[in-house]
Each structure stands twice: as structure tokens, then as C-alpha cells.
């Protein structure tokens, strides 16, 4: 009997890891990381996290698995503890399994809602790999060789707001864009462009679809990364953070549209199955009595002021940037071997778009982490400058 091997489409990084805990995670020689990679950013409420890991452990001694055909208490009090941390104004929530099957029903839902095909997306946007995803993601790399995607998809440079203007019009179903784009390379979005988008969004009936699987619970520095905008998103997108290390994402719908969308337009064995609720619940417990969302803003804006000060005269840095404990490295070249430097230092981060070092940290992370994990890539990229 041969033993199968695993398929590796991402790239290899030479470690086994065996346990985790908090912001930090162990290698199977035992050696010990500062986690700024995060699973692409899913642990950000902490690795096993106690309060997610007993409301997960209890549930499965209950009830594992359950159609939403069938109501199930834990989903009533998830819905319970969710409303309290997203604006009224959403009426209706939906479970999906992971961030690329939300935007693929987000798509679904404004071709329902609007009658129309048209989605405009932007330049350096990450929104998935599945049909529908991909077809509103821009990078090529990702893109090559799965053409033809979805038909009238229009991709505008990202705060370009006379491109809003004269892109979005009468036969636009919806504007799907992140307001601090993750895999692109970090990049924020300006207030100009964002009110813009709503706008003219308003104006003509398209929806705006808001994609928070990086951005969304607590990471920016509130709950949402729409509030530090001062506009509603119709529909909005949540993945990675919300399931506490549980695979779970959530698509949010004001009641005009989820009013309107009849049984039968979608379906899910898996979403929102008794696991999932009892994960978001509890990390939705986690978001509010640990009060993360200050967290990552206090922590953050300490991370990213280190963060400049040191790597200000590293001649390979372009540019750091961020919000909240989503931060990023612009270097003048591609960040693999920093990473493995970094890696080495007991560091694990990741890369975005071409030439960006990225650092999803835990809310958890310590201002001594802070301090040792500024040093590092401040040691890794001088470094660079001399191998
Ligand atoms: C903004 C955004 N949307 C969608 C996705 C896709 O999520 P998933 O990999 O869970 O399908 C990602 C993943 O990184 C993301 O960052």
C-alpha cells in the first residue's frame, strides 16, 4: 500500500506543528513561535481559546450534527449574543463554512435582489478561489487558466472614486470590495472612495457588499471595519475570526433583502450546523466580555508606531501600514526569504500581495511580544539589505 500524499497548494514552510495556545504555537521539536500568521488570520480570538473550547466541547456531548431544517437551541442563542454585536439594521444572518462560499452566496443573493448580472470589484481584491469568488478577485495569478469566469464583472482601481462614478450605473447588481484589502498587500480604503461607493451604490439599487473575513470581529479595532466609515454595507461578509478556529462564515442581510430571497435559492449540509453556532456564540461571548475590539485598536496603534519607528531607515521598506492588528510591511521586494528569517527568530508571519510582509497577530499578543516581534523583522530585513 503506497500512503497518499497531501496536495500542497500553498507553500511548504518546513515545520510541523503540533500545539498551540493563546498567541503562540509549538513546533514538534518543541520549539516555540509567536503566531502572526494566524491560520491566514483565523486565531485571532487566541489558539484554543477556553470559553470557544468549552462551548464547542459541550455541544458535542449534545447535538453535533442537525439540519437548519430543525431548530436547535444553541442556534437561538447564538443569534442572541450575535445581535449584540452587529447593528440593527441587519435583520437576517447566515451560516456558511468559509469566506469564499459567503461571497459566492452574497453574488447569489444581488443577482436575486437586483435582477441584474453586473458586480464591479476592484484592483487587488481578494475575495476567494471558487467560480464566483474568483470572478471578483483580481489578482491573475489566481485567475490564469480558469477562464471564462462569471460574465459582466467589471474590476475599477481600488479608491478611485471617478471610477465609482462611471462604473457603477443602472444594470449594477452590487460593488463587492474590502475596506482594508487583506491579500492585495494590506491596502486601506479612503472615507472619499467608501461614501462614494455607498452612494452611488444607493442611487442606482445595487447592493454593497461589504467582505469582513479579514476585516470583521475586532481586528480593526472595532467590531466592524464599516463603522469607522459611518456607512451600512447592504450585505455583509464575515468569516475567519467569527468561528473562533471553527471553520464558519456568515453573510448579514437588512430585512428588504432577506425578505425577499424564497426557500430553495441556496442550500448548505454543513452551515450552520450545531458546531458552528455553538463556536460563534461563543466567540461572539469572547468579542464582547474581553472588550477585543480596544484591544486590537490600543495594541495595534502600539505595533504599528514601533513598527515605523524602527524599520524607518531599513532601505528595503517601502511603506508600513495598517489598522488595528492588521498590519503591513511594503518591502521593495518579495518577502519569502524575510519570512523564513523571521520563522527562524520564532516569528511566523505571511506574505501579501507581490511584496508585502503581513502580520495578523492574535488580540491576545503582549506588549513584550510586541516589543521582541518588532526587533525581529527590524533584525530580518536589515539583514536583507547585506545577504
Ligand atoms: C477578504 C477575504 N474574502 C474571502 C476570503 C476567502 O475565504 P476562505 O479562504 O475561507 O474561502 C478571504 C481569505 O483569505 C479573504 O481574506
Not at 111 to 131: A, C, D, E, P, Q
Request: proline letters at 3%; charged letters at 25%.
Amino acid at each position: 500500500m503506497t500512503t497518499l500524499n497531501y496536495l500542497m497548494l500553498y507553500e511548504d514552510r518546513g515545520i510541523e506543528l503540533e500545539y498551540a495556545e493563546a498567541q503562540y504555537v509549538w513546533d514538534s521539536s518543541g520549539r516555540k513561535y509567536l503566531d502572526m500568521h494566524t491560520g491566514h488570520g483565523v486565531a485571532f480570538l487566541g489558539h484554543r481559546n477556553p470559553h470557544i473550547l468549552k462551548s464547542l466541547k459541550n455541544q458535542l456531548d449534545k447535538l453535533m450534527v442537525s439540519s437548519t431544517s430543525f431548530r436547535v437551541r444553541v442556534r437561538d442563542e447564538m443569534l442572541e449574543v450575535l445581535s449584540k454585536v452587529v447593528p440593527n439594521r441587519y435583520a437576517y444572518v447566515y451560516l456558511l463554512n468559509s469566506g469564499s462560499e459567503a461571497v459566492e452566496f452574497a453574488l447569489k443573493v444581488a443577482r436575486i435582489f437586483t435582477n441584474r448580472k453586473k458586480v464591479i470589484y476592484f484592483t487587488n481584491s481578494f475575495h476567494g478561489r471558487t467560480f464566483g469568488a474568483l470572478s471578483v478577485t483580481y489578482n491573475q495569478r489566481y485567475r490564469k487558466g480558469f477562464e471564462p469566469l462569471l460574465p459582466e464583472t467589471v474590476a475599477v482601481k481600488f479608491n478611485d472614486v471617478d471610477g465609482v462614478v462611471k462604473s457603477v450605473d443602472e444594470l449594477t447588481a452590487a460593488v463587492i470590495l474590502e475596506l482594508i484589502q487583506g491579500e492585495g498587500g494590506v491596502n486601506v480604503a479612503t472615507k472619499e472612495f467608501v461614501d462614494e461607493v455607498r452612494r452611488r451604490t444607493a442611487e442606482v439599487g445595487a447592493l454593497m457588499i461589504v467582505d469582513e473575513v479579514q476585516t470583521g470581529f475586532g481586528r480593526t479595532g472595532s467590531v466592524w471595519a464599516f463603522q469607522q466609515y459611518g456607512v451600512y454595507p447592504d450585505v455583509l461578509i464575515a468569516g475567519k475570526a467569527i468561528g473562533g478556529g471553527f471553520p464558519v462564515s456568515a453573510v448579514f442581510l437588512p430585512l428588504d433583502v432577506g425578505i425577499k430571497l424564497e426557500s430553495g435559492i441556496h442550500g448548505t449540509t454543513y452551515g450552520g450546523n450545531p458546531m458552528a453556532c455553538a463556536a460563534v456564540k461563543a466567540a461572539t461571548e469572547v468579542l464582547i466580555s474581553d472588550d477585543v475590539p480596544l484591544k486590537a485598536r490600543e495594541k495595534g496603534e502600539k505595533l504599528l508606531k514601533l513598527l515605523k519607528d524602527r524599520l524607518k531607515d531599513v532601505k528595503i521598506v517601502r511603506e508600513v501600514r495598517g489598522v488595528g492588528l492588521m498590519v503591513g510591511v511594503e518591502l521593495r521586494f518579495e518577502p519569502s526569504k524575510a519570512l523564513k528569517d523571521l520563522q527562524n527568530k520564532g516569528v511566523l508571519a505571511l506574505k501579501a500581495g507581490a511584496t508585502v510582509l503581513r502580520l495578523l497577530p492574535p488580540y491576545l499578543i503582549t506588549y513584550e511580544d510586541i516589543d521582541y516581534a518588532v526587533n525581529s523583522i527590524g533584525e530580518s530585513l536589515s539583514k536583507q539589505l547585506t545577504s
